[in-house]
């Protein structure tokens, strides 16, 4: 079957550095998408990757390994309104997107 | 109005009640989707339209029942819907349903099933 998994919840500080990790297994790949989701609100497109290496966006930056099944967005100089859950999503043969759970991000001062 | 619009906002129906979702989207688009999002639970896809034509089904339960009359509209059809039902659904468009492009998504109805 296909799986996307990734953390639950994770807890920062304003002003660090987090790491939000996402690993799958799917029947083909043709990209990764990461969605940011702030409580009762619509997903948000944050990033996309299909190759292999780091794309930077500002704070936010995703990575991607295809010969790992793994990917990871980082963000940076956290601010209180990067509270939200971050979705991973795999766009597998079929041009599918196979949705992660989410992981719900909490910012503390 | 831009963007992706959903009405209504928030829902309470019985399990008796027929009642609909509405989408719009402003972008364009040609490619409309509709999701179900539970609690801690992967997004859902339900139905996949492009260019007005039902291109995906996922087996979903014939109490959900779609319509998109034009590139612009979805609509979601409920009847004699189950308490388990009771979810987030979240319409979304993009252009094109080959998934490469990045889906906008509507603020979502929050429904709830008594």
């Known amino acids: 079957g296909q799986n996307i998994d990734q953390p639950t919840e994770m807890t920062a500080t304003e002003g660090a550095i987090v790491q939000i990790n996402c690993t799958y297994q799917?029947?083909?790949?043709?990209?990764l998408f990461w969605y940011q989701q702030h409580a009762g609100e619509a997903p948000t497109f944050l990033s996309y990757?299909?190759l292999d290496g780091l794309e930077e966006k500002g704070r936010f930056s995703s990575f991607l390994s295809r010969s790992k099944g793994y990917s990871y967005l980082l963000l940076k100089e956290l601010q209180m309104k990067d509270s939200a859950s971050y979705l991973c999503?795999?766009?597998?043969?079929?041009?599918?997107?196979?949705w992660g759970a989410g992981t719900k991000l909490i910012i503390k001062p | 109005e831009t963007g992706v619009t959903q009405t209504p906002r928030h829902l309470v129906m019985g399990m008796t009640n027929k009642k609909s979702l509405k989408c719009e989207q402003h972008?364009?688009?040609?490619?409309m989707y509709w999701y179900k999002q539970s609690a801690k639970k992967p997004l859902e896809l339900m139905f996949v339209?492009?260019?007005?034509?039902?291109?995906e089904n996922n087996s979903v339960p014939s109490r959900f029942s779609p319509e998109c009359p034009n590139s612009s509209h979805l609509f979601l059809h409920l009847h004699t819907l189950q308490p388990e039902d009771s979810a987030l659904y979240l319409c979304?468009?993009?252009?094109?349903?080959?998934?490469?492009?990045?889906?906008?998504f509507g603020p979502g109805t929050r429904l709830t099933v008594l």
């Open positions: 339209y492009s260019l007005e034509e039902r291109v």
């Open positions: 999503a795999v766009l597998d043969s079929n041009y599918q997107l196979i």
């Open positions: 990757n299909v």
């Open positions: 799917t029947s083909g790949f043709n990209g």
């Open positions: 972008l364009g688009h040609n490619a």
């Open positions: 979304a468009s993009s252009q094109e349903p080959s998934g490469v492009n990045e889906q906008f």
